[in-house]
């Protein structure tokens, strides 16, 4: 992807990010350190849960949904960071086995009011697994250099 | 702390973590994963964006701000997960040698509509540095069982 700078990220450009599988050791890995609830843990732990087997830890979910958008490269030449998320939703659990891909579109954008070398874009993310449907979606509001 | 439901989770309540110091290391590591991008990456690298050194991802402050609370075991005997998380705002950079604490307060509690074993409580993190200031801050949906 050439080098995308905020006046690229028109209302409704929509970004599509590649699959990844999610394993369980991963699942397990990222809960011992972050999240270690007994569904995230254990398969053997987990499956008496109401979730009925090991699921990742939705934070889990949320970082992988934020690298495959990364992955596009569309931030690569302009990011500035993040000011924050919004309404973060974890619609389904995701499985060790399932593949994740994310679709990410512009829904916003507007000029830096108090810096003159940046905008920001509002990007609204959903990820689905294998079967097309949706895991997880959010809004993200993303710092952008201005083309120079 | 003994075991507690959805029934402990009562308007106002507090609970308050342990401190947690950030290496960078630690930092870098996450990024690699999970958000590599150059002001989380490499602290040279880091020193020539506006951030002016290395500073955690986001998304890093985040998953650590909820191990703190888990840490405190308010959720150990009822979390059945959360539906999603709002207005994630990272309003100062957490950087390596900064230590992070967290207070939740119980912002609202209703029983479940459809559920009958379980309620959602709502609920408002704080994440601050070591010298008082916020770092983060977000509201989680928490699903818990009922007393049995």
Redesign the interface.
Known sequence: MSALYFEDFTVGRRFESASLAITEAEIVEFAR?????P?HLDAETAAR???GGL?AS??HT???T??LF?ETGA?AAS????????????LLPVRPGDTMRVVVEVAAARPSSSKSDRGIATLRYQAFNQHGQTVLTMTGHQLLRRRP
Chains 1, 2 share one sequence.
């Open positions: 350190r972050y999240d270690p609830q569904f849960t109401p979730y699921i939705g934070l949320l970082t992988l934020f690298r990364l931030l990011s500035l960071g993040s000011p924050g998320l919004d309404e973060i939703r974890w």
